[in-house]
């Protein structure tokens, strides 16, 4: 009964309607509570295992509320997966573009992707484990996948050419088989499959030179492949925006309902940082400089805002900022 309490509470705050939140943004946010739960549930269970309630049950969401975003189990995961191969995509290919050759690009990205995955075992394991036991819509969304890195592989066929005369031989000089990008990214994927399904201490990291040798063996030779076994370990990249895991629902513990006011005073903030009472107060459409000065002070005892001023100096005035978790909240909930 508690944990139903404690569910309705969650829910009402996002509830829409004319001093509610947008129904979109509320949709948003609970849908992003879905799939952050989803990647908890998988990562306990597995994807055999899971069920609907297991996610409703984490995300504090009605099943209602599941049924109205997501047709089926299969259906948030594959959002799930989306999600998070879209946040590899973003790493990886960041780091491949800043390179000027294609070794140098797979070797930046493919290091990108392992830190990825070791600084999220979850979501690494939903995608190169777990996707395998998923539905059809997901198998399929994993084959496209293949495909691309399939294709990134193989553009190091145009790199053949540029074998030292002294390192060709009769049969490392030919042209790679057609398949040999589809065979590379299936063993890559074997050996992380093994990795993930059996844990182990060893950073993902350390398998950056075997797999670059795997890699480039078909398109530079022998020589080149032997040197990417014994090149120093690669310096990790900066943490990106894109490689942030799947969003937690950022009203979480939040004891107030937001309503539109509300936002307008967290958007005009974060907009305006040091504005005063009646700045934020015009900004939000408040002609009240009562409300304005309880809903500030409300929000600041919240921590989601903070202030800098001098206000309570006689002839002082505030300067108002969002704190790190006001931030965040005003992101989440900004119009769209």
Not at 68 to 90: Q, S
């Amino acid at each position: 009964m508690a944990s139903r309490d404690k569910t309705r509470s969650s829910t009402h705050r996002l509830r829409p309607g004319p001093n509610g939140l947008p129904r979109g943004q509320v949709t948003e946010i609970q849908r992003g509570r879905m799939l952050a739960a989803t990647v908890e549930a998988v990562e306990e269970v597995g994807y055999a295992r899971l069920t609907v309630a297991q996610v409703i049950g984490r995300a504090k969401v009605s099943r209602k509320t599941f049924y109205d975003v997501f047709l089926d189990r299969e259906d948030c995961f594959l959002a799930a997966f989306n999600e998070a191969i879209g946040r590899v995509e973003a790493v990886a290919v960041e780091a491949y573009e800043q390179q000027s050759s294609w070794r140098e690009g797979m070797r930046a990205s493919l290091t990108a992707i392992l830190a990825f995955m070791q600084s999220e075992p979850g979501l690494a394991r939903l995608c190169v484990v777990e996707a395998l036991g998923a539905g059809p819509r997901v198998l399929a969304r994993r084959g496209e996948m293949l495909k691309q890195l399939e294709r990134v592989v193989d553009s190091g066929r145009k790199t053949t050419g540029a074998r030292s005369a002294g390192a060709r031989s009769t049969r490392s000089a030919r042209e790679p088989a057609d398949i040999t990008a589809e065979g590379i990214v299936g063993a890559v994927f074997a050996v992380l499959h093994t990795r993930l399904l059996t844990g182990g201490r060893k950073p993902l990291t350390e398998l950056v030179g075997p797999l670059m040798s795997m890699i480039v063996l078909p398109y530079l030779g022998a020589r080149v492949a032997n040197n990417e076994l014994t090149r120093p370990a690669p310096k990790l990249p900066k943490a990106s925006i894109a490689a942030q895991p799947i969003r937690r629902d950022p009203l979480e513990g939040l004891d107030m309902r937001l309503t539109y006011r509300t936002v307008r005073v967290l958007t005009v903030i974060g907009e305006n940082p040091g504005a005063s009472n009646r700045e934020v107060a015009e900004g939000s459409g408040i002609a009240d400089q009562g409300q304005i000065s309880k809903l500030l002070t409300r929000l600041e005892r919240l921590d989601l805002v903070t202030n800098t001023g001098e206000g309570q100096l006689k002839g002082g005035s505030n300067a108002w900022h969002l704190t790190d978790r006001g931030a965040q909240v005003e992101r989440a909930t900004r119009p769209r």
